[in-house]
Structures are given as structure tokens and as C-alpha cells.
């Protein structure tokens, strides 16, 4: 089975991710989404971060009713910071017969060369690339493990909608019904 990693935050998962998910299970050869909730990116500021937990269950409240996309915890329980190269690792061991795939942002595409083992990612592993605007392309872009996917260009951010909601406004239609009225009884992102 070929396994589309989705890494991310996803602080929170907003339709954004769900329409990028649900265009890749659709339109590329991969059988299978897993979403992996990364508790902290090496690459982002940590502070900005909810409890991963939260971030977990709102995932798996956006994909609950999709059996083809997944909510895996996978990072939760190994090193911190989590490097996609360790995790990768350790899914080819604990599930040799899947063959995984990653998903990622134009963005992470053209800063890759930051990454832990990055070359290790580009030799071992497929990459399907959903594009950002504004990103000039690289000799990444004609790499042949490089799949550029036609998904549809989403310019909803997470840092939009967490910045939005701080200042009160409402941010239903960003989100799913199911996440949206997480936040709103948890009270998320009001601080």
C-alpha cells in the first residue's frame, strides 16, 4: 500500500488541509493519508504551539469520517524534536510491507536543504508537492522523486486563523463544524 505522510502542526487543521488531503487520496496514486500531528517542528517557534493532544483531537475530529485519511499520533511518542527522517525510520520498520510516501507545501519543498538527512529523503522516498504562491522554483522542483500535484492553491494559513480568532472574530467557515466548536469550548487560540 502507498502511504502519503502528512506531516504538520496543524495549529489547528483547517479545510485547507482537509482539501489538500482529500485532492492527494483522490488524484495521485497514493491508497492511503495518514496525518501526523508533529508535536514540534525543529523549524518553528515552539511558543505558538497548543498541546499537541488538542492538536491530535482536532485532527481526528476533521477526518473521522474518512477511512482513507488517518490521524496517526506516531511523533507523540518518539525523540523530540521530532525530524522526519527518524520517523520515516521508524514506519519502515514497524510496517515493511507500506510504502510511504511524503506530502508537502511548496514552501517545505524549497527549504528542504535545512532538514535533518535531507538527501535521504530525496533518494528513499516519493514527494508530493502541493504548490504556494510565490514560490520560485529549484533545481528541487525537477528532482525525479518530485511530484508537483495540481492541488488547488490554498492561501488559509493557520497563523491567520489563530491570529483571527485572538482578535474575535469567527472562523467557522475556515474550519470544520466539528473543530470549530472544539475551539470554541476549549477556548483555543484566545490569548
Request: aromatic share 12%.
Amino acid at each position: 500500500m502507498n502511504i502519503g505522510l502528512f506531516f504538520g502542526s496543524f495549529n489547528p487543521i483547517h479545510i485547507g488541509h482537509q482539501i489538500i488531503a482529500q485532492y492527494l487520496l483522490e488524484f495521485t496514486t497514493l491508497d492511503q493519508i495518514w496525518i501526523i500531528v508533529s508535536p514540534h517542528n525543529p523549524l518553528k517557534d515552539p511558543d505558538s504551539l497548543i498541546h499537541a493532544y488538542d492538536r491530535l483531537e482536532m485532527c481526528k475530529l476533521a477526518f473521522e469520517d474518512q477511512d482513507a485519511i488517518q490521524v496517526k499520533d506516531i511523533e507523540l511518542h518518539l525523540p523530540q524534536p521530532s525530524y522526519t527522517i527518524d520517523t520515516l525510520t521508524y514506519l519502515k520498520e514497524k510496517y515493511s510491507t507500506h510504502q510511504f510516501s511524503l506530502i508537502m507545501g511548496e514552501d517545505n519543498l524549497v527549504s528542504l536543504p535545512k532538514w535533518k538527512n535531507y538527501e535521504l529523503l530525496l533518494r528513499d522516498y516519493q514527494l508530493y508537492v502541493y504548490p504556494r504562491t510565490g514560490i520560485e522554483n529549484t533545481e528541487l522542483h525537477t528532482h525525479p522523486h518530485v511530484h508537483l500535484t495540481a492541488t488547488p492553491k490554498m492561501e488559509i494559513s493557520a497563523s491567520f486563523i489563530r491570529k483571527a480568532i485572538k482578535e474575535g472574530k469567527s472562523m467557522q467557515y475556515f474550519l470544520d463544524k466539528k473543530v470549530f466548536d472544539f475551539i470554541q469550548a476549549k477556548n483555543l487560540y484566545k490569548l
